[in-house]
């Protein structure tokens, strides 16, 4: 047993569980071919320009990296046509989360965050001996009203994820003009847009333009998702400059590595290709509204095909086995145990019959509620009717 004496709080903290490898998942189950869909990543790799980019610069690996990040900030401010002393780097969108925290949050003190959503919010803020205020999901969107009726005297973060994860769905543009009306301007707004490549541009809110507009908001976007550079760790944030040099003051010096630098500037040099994705992704998502027809889908905007399954209790002693059985056909999933949330990319080299199988494995036995409506339907496939389906809960982020 341990004797070094490890802080409570430091015990009670929630664990984040990342998805197995897949290196791990090959050797466990004896697999050649696996697709792994569980952490949300690209599945189709990097734009080959960002590849060749990388190349290039491994020769200098041996000096530090730029501690202030310069290109990719001046690329950045480029791009969105924003100061570069109003945007700062993290080592994923993650550190730039507990920079917030551990610039606004104190004993006592919290953030409001929708539920469920993104773990390292909360984490992030009780890591600084703050709390996490919990505003449940209607219809698998934020209950925005709500959201801004919780904070209160002791809130200094309000976290709002568009699109939202793990649901997909966005926040509207009156839902956005309903929360800067209401939020208390000592409030810091922090809008998480990891997916913000994958919405339409006819459908995205000019956030950075809010930033331009008000001090206490803070706009959060990645490298790591559309770009596909998940396992170079960039992501940045956009706000107002003294909010930038506040955060600075608590970043981490060399925080990002050369190679993610370079990767990044190359990834917004070719931005074109985050539109090739998505539009590949969206045909890829068509195939299974084809295949799938007797499902209703809601709009989802992100990479995934996401299931939330309740499972009748005959069923639930099963769930384990059904979760490894599909280990063993080479797709990887996640299993939450709350949510009980199963995951499937719609990406290349996933061939669309063997995943339709498997979601019509899940579809034997479970209960699926609805977004639309408690309307009872029996589904056939192969013959058989499950009458117990409540049609309309196939998830499909776009």
Not at 263 to 289: G, M, P, T
Not at 316 to 336: I, M
Request: aromatic share 10%; hydrophobic share 35%; proline share 4%.
């Amino acid at each position: 047993m341990m004797t070094i004496k490890i802080k409570q709080w430091v015990s009670s903290l929630p664990e984040y569980i990342p998805g197995r490898t897949i290196e791990e998942i090959k050797r466990v189950y004896g697999l050649e071919t696996v697709y792994k869909m569980a952490s949300n990543e690209n599945l189709y790799g990097p734009h080959p320009g960002i590849i060749e980019e990388v190349k290039k610069h491994l020769g200098s690996i041996n000096y530090y990296p730029d501690s202030d990040c310069r290109e990719i900030r001046q690329k950045i401010s480029q791009v969105y046509k924003i100061p570069a002393d109003m945007i700062i780097i993290g080592n994923g969108t993650d550190q730039i989360i507990e920079m917030a925290c551990d610039s606004l949050i104190g004993p006592g003190e919290n953030v409001v965050i929708a539920d469920p959503t993104f773990l390292i919010y909360e984490k992030a803020a009780l890591k600084c001996g703050g709390t996490a205020i919990k505003v449940p999901l209607s219809g698998y969107r934020h209950d925005i009203r709500k959201l801004a009726g919780a904070v209160d005297d002791k809130t200094r973060i309000l976290f709002l994820t568009n699109p939202h994860n793990p649901t997909g769905t966005n926040i509207n543009k009156d839902e956005f003009d309903y929360v800067k009306k209401n939020l208390r301007k000592d409030v810091l707004l922090v809008i998480d847009e990891a997916y913000y490549e994958y919405v339409p541009e006819r459908q995205r809110i000019n956030t950075e333009g809010m930033v331009s507009q008000s001090d206490n908001v803070l706009v959060l976007r990645t490298f790591s998702k559309i770009f596909g550079l998940a396992g170079l760790r960039i992501g940045y944030g956009i706000a107002d400059k003294a909010v930038i040099a506040a955060l600075n003051k608590v970043r981490l010096p060399f925080n990002i590595n050369s190679i993610a630098q370079k990767a990044a500037v190359a990834a917004l040099e070719n931005r074109s290709y985050a539109d090739e994705i998505r539009e590949k992704i969206i045909r890829e998502k068509e195939k299974f509204y084809s295949v799938l027809d007797n499902i209703k889908f809601f709009d989802k905007h992100t990479d995934l095909l996401e299931i939330f399954i309740h499972y009748r209790s005959e069923y639930k002693k099963d769930s384990t086995n059904l979760y490894h059985r599909h280990y063993a056909q080479g797709f990887k999933a996640t299993e939450e145990t709350i949510k009980q949330c199963i995951k499937k990319g719609l990406m290349k080299k996933i061939q669309p019959k063997a995943l339709t199988n498997i979601l019509i494995d899940l579809f034997y036995g479970m209960l699926f509620t609805t977004f639309f409506s408690a309307e009872k339907k029996p589904f056939k496939q192969k013959g058989k009717y499950l009458e117990e389906i409540i049609l309309g809960n196939l998830l499909i982020k776009n």
